[in-house]
């Protein structure tokens, strides 16, 4: 056996190992909350089968508030319908104005249009419900020749992870299952195990389980010698390593190759202390779900023996008894026994359901039902809008933390290696030059994003209404108020796109053409470098071909040289 895959199987072993501590928890989850299949590559080996209905599941309540909570983060944090994300330069001092803003505009509309194209909003509905139940879920991300890029989401248990010393997920052991054709395919048969190229010509479509680890690449040569004639790095030169092989009969790596960017989007709900893997919504109502259905079974009990009650029959009718609707049953003339209930029973149906019901209401808050479906649970049709606006701002500060998890777990990442695919593919207009030696950052303007933010819009709203009232007894308050900052920071609050908000030195222009001023003199009255459009100067060109070689990460800033990457498991 090759060292390499010795080794690699030896650490996925360990990764894997670390996880089976939090199967039975997630057993349970999967029984009581959500029903489907979990760690199926595993279980079509051991049973053939990987379909698993639930069946301790009689009341569904816990499933539907999962799907509800799972519409909701993605309506609220990454919604395909309205802007959710938006770049800005990280120096919030630096103006964004003329060339740089538009660069930033560009990038911007090709990462919502690579998004869209591909995948990803279909992907991540199923990431969020994993989120939801489990607790952990990971999002595999990588480039596609056809669609720019690809995303499955991995279900809990077909994956493991490990952390580094920062408590980020930076290894991911994956199981999956391919044919024998799809592994000939992608590569190549001359890698296959003899045992596979034999199922290749008997039974091509027969399914093959293999093993797919990502994990930071200890020794590399990032330097001129490693690169390719293309000046990229080659895939063993790249910061993550990745190794894919046969489960069982294997005799050496199938793959190994490479990628710029961590490509697992591994998100957790929530983490308690050093713990690897998140906790969830679906394991802290757990207990809930389980009174509820052994409460929905005592009840479905109780109406069966009202309906069909135990029977006390004379001996008489014994084997030929027919309480079937309209059946017919013979009787001897002065027979004095009957046919009965042989015990009466009057359960209090209405309390139980009453009882069930505050059950199922506490199973709904649990995720967080009651935030996304606001006015459908209310009942009430007199609700002012300061009372919704309060009371929308009160539940929104217990999501608080999970939406700041998700925004430095998912989104970051997400956007970082998008970038990164998109500027190695030569998808992106190259920088101006007054963004050089300048990085970028992501401030997200989703509405949940928003929602956290919407305090602070209030306090200035509020203060300028003050001010408004002061300024008629003292018009001199006035000056104590800059209300050209107000609007610009209730545009950043609020999400409004740069092109509908001047900058200063657009203002400035537009009020010194308006008395009858040039922009030079204008300029030389601010100290502000004359800006193009006052002097006539043509504005700076944006190409929309060539590589990008200015801020490479919207997230970090850091530099990421790679030209391409394999396609790995």
Known sequence: MDAVLREARDAASCVERERRVWEPLWREVEDFVLPRCIDSPRRADEAGDTARRGPRIIDGTATRAVRILAAGMQGGLTSPARPWFRLRLA????????????????????????????????????????????????MYHEADPQRVMRFSCLACGDFAWACDAAGRVDTVVRRLRMSARQI??????????????????RDPERSVPLVHMVRPRVRRNAGEAGKTASGGLGGVNMPWQSLTWETEGAEGLLHEGGFEEFPHLAARWDVAGGDIYGRSPGMDVLPDVKMLQEMARSQLLAIHKVVNPPMRVPSGFKQRLNLIPGGQNYVTPGQGESVGPLYQINPDIGAVTHKMEDVRRAVREGFFNDLFLMFTAEGRSNITAAEVLERGEEKLLMLGPVIERHQSELLDPLLERTYGILRRGGLLPPPPPELAGRSMRVEYVSALAQAQRVVTAQAIRRFASDVSALAGVAPQVLDKVDFEQAVDELAAIAGVPARVVRSDAEVATLRAARNGLTGTAIASLMSLPVPASAVGAAEHGMPEDGMAHGPASPVTGGGNSGTGEPHAG
């Open 184 to 201: 000939a395919q992608r590569y190549g048969e001359a890698r296959l195990s003899r045992r596979v190229r034999r199922m290749l010509r």
């Open 91 to 138: 120096d919030e001092d630096m103006e964004e104005a003329g060339p740089e803003r538009r660069w930033l505009d560009v990038v911007e509309r090709r990462l919502y249009a690579a998004l869209a194209r591909s995948n990803f909003y279909a992907a991540v509905h199923g990431l969020y419900t994993e989120l939801a139940a489990f607790g952990s879920a990971d």
